[in-house]
């Protein structure tokens, strides 16, 4: 199991027919297909979740003394979910912050 992270890079507005800009971020389709940021967001907590039930499935397998699961590749495994974690909830605590910060401005 390993977690992949490309490279989000954010190409000049494009303006459709219609006047309104369109962005694709990370070849997850444009704003107004239904991806964008919240498909960006929702494969990504996917991740983080499929990395912590790897994780916990391997640490269960280490128990068991299961022969064909090292205790190198568990730590490495435990350590990648704890790590997506952080960054999630880094990620949680600046959207919590940012809506606080719109929804405390003066109008």
């Known amino acids: 199991m ?3 992270l490309t490279p989000v890079t954010m190409p ?3 303006r459709s027919s219609g006047g309104v800009a369109a962005r694709s971020v990370g070849g997850a ?4 297909d239904g991806g964008g940021f ?3 967001l929702k494969s990504a907590l ?3 979740s499929a990395a912590q039930n790897d994780a916990t499935r391997m640490q269960q397998e280490v128990t068991m003394e299961n022969p064909s699961v090292s ?3 568990t730590m490495v495994a435990i350590q990648k979910a704890q790590i997506g974690f952080a960054a999630t909830l880094n990620v949680r605590n600046r959207m919590v912050q940012a809506y606080t910060d719109i929804m405390n401005m003066q109008v």
């Open 29 to 32: 389709g444009a704003v107004g």
């Open 12 to 14: 000049s507005p494009i």
């Open 38 to 40: 919240s498909g960006v």
């Open 71 to 73: 205790l190198e590749s």
């Open 46 to 48: 996917d991740s983080v």
């Open 2 to 4: 390993d977690l992949k």
